[in-house]
Structures are given as structure tokens and as C-alpha cells.
């Protein structure tokens, strides 16, 4: 393993440690899963605050697997570091043997390692080969899906996964270029997109090619998939009392977030009956109103947290909660709550404003 490449620091790890810490602190042995190790840095403060326990870390990519390795060499005897993307969550749990996890950290988007290694191209900003694979040894290359996909599937992946107005004229571009010459280069897709974008629109809004990267990454990579998989997983592995973070870095990261969240917080029982069916109430209690930004002053330290949204919830009992409610609140206050859950949420902690929604989040490269 050679030097580390890129910058890291771990993205409001304070919070972080904050809200998993009354699920890691209770008890002679918990056990956490760091579902995106990348380098660590979080992975590290979770085992130095919590001597008694054990971390499960996973990455997709070798490279960051490595370093994270040497980094928690002083707890080798306390961690299992294995190479799998985060849907694969399940099947690594049962392999090692452990049914039930008390944490749970998803920091999501691409690592420090990944967005300033130059070769790995990522980044917009520098001209490498069109790869864009978190993890090298499997997989297709983006190269592969600018110059193998028709106009209609590559303008569908920069309108739906980059949320890109100008999804069309950008494949269109696109097309016409590789039909005089492969493109191979991160620096030429950058100058392809630009130009496909109109004058005005350039002049706001970051980088033209923004949009256009993010959205062959969450492709190549499987990203939002794999999250629709790996979130309702992590929640099930989870022991009453467990807490599950996430780290969002655009909209479509925390829609998925919310919506996974959202749903185990509510009763599916009929709002209209007294008493909550045995099986129907919520099986999460949300730490939060909303999902949380970070302060001006982690932005100023570490200015890739800038688009961060937080979001975490707490794995409760239902049956506890029914029983607490037959015995304290009427019927009616019961139904009130069960068709309003998360406007009865109190939020614990809030080091900068809430966000209600993250329609206009921007891409962010942690």
C-alpha cells in the first residue's frame, strides 16, 4: 500500500458520535457497522469513544479498505473488515455470526480517497480515464456507458440521476462526439457537457459537468439501488434500542433516506380503532424533525460537508410502545399520533438549521 491519496475528515463526526453513542454504551458488548468504512476516520472515533465495541466496516473499494486497515491497526483484535458493498450487508452479518447490530453509520456518496485520486476519474476538475468504479476489479467502466449507451438511456441517467435540465442536448452531444471518435477522457466529457449547455445556465449553479458526473457515478456504481436494499436491512438488523445514521449528500440519497426512515416511524394499522393492532405500530423513533444540515462552522472546517443532510432514527419496541400507550392516552390522543407520527418527533440536537425537504440539495463528493 502506497501513500495515502486525498484529504479526509470525517463529515460532522461529533454529531455523529453524539447520536450513537446511547446505543454503543449500553452494555459489556455492542456492535456497530460502519457500512462505508472509506478511510475510517468516523470508524476510528467509534472504537477509541466505545472500548467495548466491535466494528464492522465495509467498503466496495480496496484501495480504501487498505488504508483503513493500517489506520485501525490499534484495534485489530476489536474489527472485521470486509470487502462488499453495503446492499451485501445480510450475508455479512451472517457469516461472522452476529444476528443483531446497536449502530449503524451510512456516510454516503464518494470518498476523499476516490475524488482526489486523479486516476480514478471522478473528478471534472482533472482529466483522467473515464472510469468511475468505486471498486476497480468489478464492474463497468463509465467509459463504457458514454459511448455504449443510445441518446435515450444516457439522457435518462443524467435527468433522473443527475436531476440535469439539460439531460437531452448534453446525450445529444455526447452521441455526435463518439461517433467521430471514442471519448476516453474525464477532462473531454467535462468540455462536451459544457458546451451542450447553454451560455445563461453556465454562469450559476457550480461546474456545468457537475450533474453529468454525479449521474454516471450513482450508475456505474448501482449506488441508489443498493441503498433502496441496504437501508430496510440495516433497520432489520438493528436490536431494539439500535440507532442507524445516515449522511446524505443530494436529493436523491436523502428521498431514499426519508422515505426508508419515514415509513418504520408511522402505524399501518387503520387510524379510525382505538387501541394500536398488536404488529402495526411504528418500529423506529426519528432523532430528528427533518434531516439535519451542518453548522457554518463545520462547513468553513471541512467545505465538502456543505450539502450534508443527517438523518437518524432509533429501533423501538412496538410492543413496549402499545402497551405504554393503552395504559396513558385515550383514544382519540392515540389516533391523533398515529396520523401525524413525525410531527410528535422532537428534535434532539440541531447544530444548524432543519431542512423539511432536500429537493435542492447539490451533488456532494465527501
Same mark, same amino acid.
Given at each position: ?6 484529504? &479526509? ?59 483503513? %486497515? ?80 443510445? &441518446? ?97 449528500? &443530494? ?63 432509533? %429501533? ?51
Amino acid at each position: 500500500m502506497g501513500e495515502l491519496r486525498g484529504t &479526509h475528515v470525517p463529515v460532522l463526526l461529533g454529531r455523529c458520535l453524539e447520536l450513537l453513542a446511547p446505543a454503543l454504551s449500553r452494555g459489556d458488548r455492542t456492535v456497530h457497522v460502519d457500512a462505508t468504512l472509506g478511510l475510517a476516520g468516523h470508524a476510528e472515533a467509534v472504537l477509541a469513544a466505545h472500548p467495548q465495541t466491535t466494528l464492522i466496516g465495509l467498503d466496495r473499494d480496496p484501495e480504501a479498505l487498505a488504508h483503513a %486497515r493500517a489506520r485501525l491497526a490499534p484495534y485489530a483484535g476489536r474489527i472485521h473488515l470486509v470487502h462488499a458493498v453495503y446492499d451485501e450487508l445480510p450475508e455479512v452479518l451472517d457469516r461472522l455470526g452476529f444476528a443483531r447490530v446497536d449502530g449503524v453509520l451510512f456516510d454516503l456518496g464518494v470518498s476523499s480517497l476516490q475524488l482526489d485520486a486523479p486516476d480514478r476519474g471522478f473528478a471534472y476538475a482533472q482529466d483522467a480515464p473515464l472510469d468511475m468504479r468505486m471498486d476497480q476489479t468489478t464492474g463497468v467502466p463509465a467509459e463504457e456507458v458514454v459511448n455504449g449507451y443510445s &441518446h435515450g438511456e444516457l439522457a435518462r441517467v443524467l435527468r433522473v440521476y443527475g436531476e440535469e435540465k439539460f439531460a437531452g442536448r448534453i446525450a445529444s452531444a455526447i452521441v455526435r462526439e463518439r461517433e467521430r471518435a471514442r471519448i476516453t477522457s474525464s477532462a473531454r466529457l467535462a468540455e462536451l457537457v459544457r458546451e451542450a449547455i447553454p451560455a445563461p445556465a453556465r454562469r450559476t449553479g457550480g461546474h456545468p459537468a457537475k450533474r453529468t458526473f454525479q449521474a454516471l457515478r450513482i450508475e456505474v456504481n448501482r449506488e441508489l439501488a443498493a441503498l433502496e436494499t441496504a437501508l430496510p436491512a440495516a433497520l432489520d438488523a438493528l436490536a431494539p434500542g439500535g440507532r442507524l445514521v445516515v449522511l446524505s449528500y &443530494h436529493s436523491l440519497e436523502d428521498r431514499i433516506t426519508k422515505q426508508s426512515l419515514g415509513a418504520r416511524a408511522r402505524s399501518t394499522g387503520p387510524v379510525d380503532l382505538p387501541v394500536e393492532l398488536p404488529g402495526t405500530g411504528p418500529t423506529l423513533r426519528l432523532l430528528s424533525r427533518g434531516a439535519e444540515l451542518p453548522s457554518e462552522a463545520e462547513v468553513a472546517a471541512n467545505p465538502r460537508a456543505a450539502s450534508v443532510r443527517l438523518r437518524a432514527a432509533e %429501533r423501538i419496541d412496538p410492543e413496549r410502545v402499545e402497551a405504554t400507550e393503552g395504559t396513558s392516552t385515550t383514544g382519540r390522543t392515540r389516533r391523533a399520533a398515529r396520523e401525524r407520527p413525525r410531527r410528535g418527533v422532537r428534535a434532539l440536537h440541531q447544530p444548524g438549521a432543519a431542512a423539511p425537504d432536500s429537493s435542492t440539495m447539490d451533488e456532494h463528493e465527501e
